[in-house]
């Protein structure tokens, strides 16, 4: 008969949020987050603070000092005028992106951003593809560099 596998041990914050009221859960929450034990994905889900994966969406975590390298912040600027001058902003982003008009560094990561968004369901989550292609683009300048 085979044997499931150990359940993961849950960890001491996983017993206090179990064990708290509502409003205690919220404040053990903020304080996790800002200790960097957790962080909080655009969909709602708490995922622990080594991931770079949402747990529930699979969305990249954005860092709050991102994008540093030049080539990605172009990219947020043009993102950011766009998003000023029209209300369907990070729509004309992406599409912008994935035909080239931003270049062809935001354009590969833009396809593959794409593809990974229709796999997990969030192809229209349009704010979230325009930070998962930026975010791309940084990392891919930055692996680059060292690299080079």
């Not at 990249?60 to 369907?88: C, F, G, M, T, W």
Request: proline letters at 5%.
């Amino acid at each position: 008969m085979p044997e499931s596998p150990p359940a993961e041990p849950k960890s001491e914050l996983d017993t206090l949020l179990a064990a708290a009221t509502d409003h205690e859960n919220l404040v053990i929450r903020d304080v996790a987050i800002r200790a960097g034990l957790r962080w909080h994905c655009p969909c709602g889900w708490l995922n622990p603070g080594t991931d770079q994966r949402c747990g529930e969406c699979h969305v990249r975590r954005i860092s709050a000092d991102e994008p540093r390298h030049p080539d990605a912040i172009k990219l947020a600027a043009v993102r950011d005028y766009l998003n000023r001058a029209h209300r369907d902003g990070d729509a004309r982003f992406v599409d912008a992106c994935r035909t080239s008009l931003c270049g062809m560094a935001a354009a590969d990561a833009a396809d593959e951003v794409f593809l990974s968004a229709t796999h997990y369901g969030y192809a229209r989550a349009w704010s979230v593809l325009a930070d998962e292609i930026i975010a791309d683009v940084e990392t891919t300048a930055n692996t680059r560099e060292v690299s080079g």
